[in-house]
């Protein structure tokens, strides 16, 4: 499983905006990964996460430890935090009923 930035081949333009992004710590609320299949969309949507919640990352290093108990979580989905939407097989895009629900969840307190 590739867990890291340096890891991921191909969209090394995104991967430097991503990596900009957590370096000088100005993160929109909202990133939207989109694209054909087969290009790592849902491997670098995880590898940004972890970046994010990763308990062992440096600021100087946009790197995920990929190791820690939060990397673990969000690459086994399994993170509270991190929800991962896709389009369901019979609809052509993600509809606006799972982006309800999500937001529905996202101020939903424990
Ligand atoms: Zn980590």
């Known amino acids: 499983m590739i867990n890291k930035f340096k890891d991921f081949i191909g969209n090394t333009e995104n991967l430097k905006v991503l990596q900009n992004k957590i370096l000088s710590k100005t993160i929109p609320n909202a990133f939207l990964f989109y694209g054909p299949s087969g290009l ?29 108990s939060n990397c673990k979580r969000i690459f086994t989905d399994t993170y509270p935090d991190v929800k991962l939407i896709t389009r369901e097989p019979d609809r052509a895009s993600i509809s606006i009923e799972q982006v309800r629900e999500i937001k529905k969840q996202a101020y939903q307190t424990a």
């Open 40 to 68: 790592g969309k849902k491997t670098l949507a995880y590898i940004f996460s972890a970046s994010l919640n990763c308990m062992n990352r440096s600021d100087k290093d946009a790197e995920p430890c990929g190791i820690c």
